[in-house]
């Protein structure tokens, strides 16, 4: 009996024993799982430390970065000619980089670009940035112009969309280009001009001989008018007959006399104007036709129907000075060719453009030459025979008309060709 309760107290110990380290695991197991949250958390904390930190040290770097690619690219903003500028679409300046070219341009005068450009920079900034070419493309390149310590200063500017509001600009002073073309232009006028008064000489004999053909059949026709007056023996037929011949050759020795006037014009300063092109090809023959007669030149002129009812938009002098180049190489071409024709065609292609083929029976230009011929200066005649214009500068003035001045080597004939697109008006 003694034994059995000994081994119910030993089960009982062992029941409670079992219980406690039942427990107790419980408490190391609820522990273990908070330790290890904690080190998790702290391991977590620790890792997004360090990671902050080097998010904080990538920041600072490229904020280095970026601070030096800013330094560069305003560096290299400074080296160029140009001005280099930020702006709005209200022409608010946010940034700005002068340019060597630019020692003249305070850009600390104010935040607007009227501030800083005085004259029409900013209006044709604001007509630039407004433009349908500008609102398509995005960019656009345009020449402006200001003013600064009462000197006016060309600019070539160009405009690009950067982001949001803002533009970019690149500005560039081109006053001198502009001075040297303008000065260049003038040059190339007075030499025209003075080619032509020299070529005018020529012309002028050819004229003299036009108005003395008239000028003696007129006073013949006074004298015998006189005469038969003086007598009575006149009938009212043969007064008539007198007096519309006199008036035909005084309306010739007229019209000689304005084609003249016109044609020895300064040409220097004439403007596009609406002319008939018949009026102009009249000009040219009323003094040139003499000479072409007096070597049995056939001088032929064929005008397109329509060039009669409808005008023409050109510089007349200096197309005329044009054709009567062409006219006198072309003389001088068949002077001494048995079959000799010079022949001008002008007609109307695609129905804007004035076409004008001048063309002859001389032999032809040496292929060596060919390449040469539109240089300028350059001719084949001796001295006395005089140079006109040339070649050259009847190109030059073709291409004023926006217009193509070439040899047609398609041609049977020698054949320059003279083509100005849009020329036909009305």
Not at 9 to 27: P, Y
Not at 48 to 72: F, G, M, N, P, W
Not at 323 to 352: R, T, W
Not at 399 to 412: R, S
Request: net charge neutral.
């Amino acid at each position: 009996m003694e034994e059995k309760n000994k081994i119910k107290i030993l089960e009982a110990r062992v029941l409670a024993l079992e219980k406690t380290r039942d427990i107790l695991m419980d408490k190391i197991e609820f522990y273990q799982t908070s330790v290890g949250k904690e080190f998790n958390s702290i391991q977590s904390s620790f890792f997004l430390s360090r990671k902050a930190i080097e998010t904080q040290a990538d920041k600072e770097r490229l904020t280095e970065v970026l601070a030096l690619q800013s330094y560069k690219m305003g560096q290299i903003f400074r080296s160029l000619p140009g001005a280099v500028l930020i702006t709005t679409n209200e022409g608010k300046l946010r940034e700005a980089y002068p340019g060597v070219e630019f020692p003249f341009v305070d850009f600390s005068k104010g935040d607007e670009l009227i501030d800083v450009f005085c004259g029409n920079f900013e209006n044709d900034y604001f007509r630039a940035i407004r433009s349908p070419e500008f609102k398509e493309k995005g960019m656009l390149f345009y020449q402006a112009q200001c003013v600064q310590k009462d000197k006016e200063y060309f600019l070539q500017v160009g405009v690009s969309k950067l982001q949001g509001d803002e533009l970019v600009l690149s500005v560039r002073d081109i006053t001198q280009e502009v001075v040297l073309k303008k000065a260049m232009q003038e040059q190339e006028a007075q030499m025209i001009h003075t080619t032509n008064l020299a070529s005018f000489e020529g012309m002028a004999s050819s004229a003299a001989h036009e108005i003395n053909n008239p000028l003696t059949v007129l006073i013949f026709r006074t004298q015998h008018l006189k005469s038969l007056i003086l007598s009575g023996t006149y009938t009212s037929k043969e007064l008539t007959d007198s007096l519309s011949l006199i008036k035909k050759m005084a309306e010739r020795i007229s019209k000689i006399s304005v084609s003249m006037r016109r044609l020895s014009r300064d040409s220097r300063d004439e403007s596009k104007s609406k002319v008939f092109i018949t009026h102009v090809l009249e000009d040219v023959q009323s003094v040139s036709s003499h000479k072409f007669y007096q070597i049995s030149v056939d001088l032929r002129i064929d005008i397109s129907d329509i060039l009669h009812e409808k005008e023409v938009m050109v510089y007349p002098v200096q197309l005329s000075q044009v054709i009567i180049n062409l006219l006198n190489n072309a003389f001088d071409a068949v002077e001494k060719v048995d079959d000799k024709f010079v022949e001008i065609q002008v007609s109307v292609k695609n129905k804007k453009n004035l076409e004008i083929r001048v063309k002859d029976s001389g032999k032809g230009i040496p292929e060596k030459l060919k390449a040469k011929i539109f240089d300028p200066f350059f001719t084949t005649k001796s001295a006395d025979r005089g140079t006109g214009i040339g070649l050259g500068l009847c190109k030059t003035i073709v291409t004023k008309h926006e217009g193509h001045f070439y040899l047609d080597e398609q041609a049977e004939n020698t054949c320059f060709v003279i083509e100005i697109p849009d020329a036909v008006v009305g």
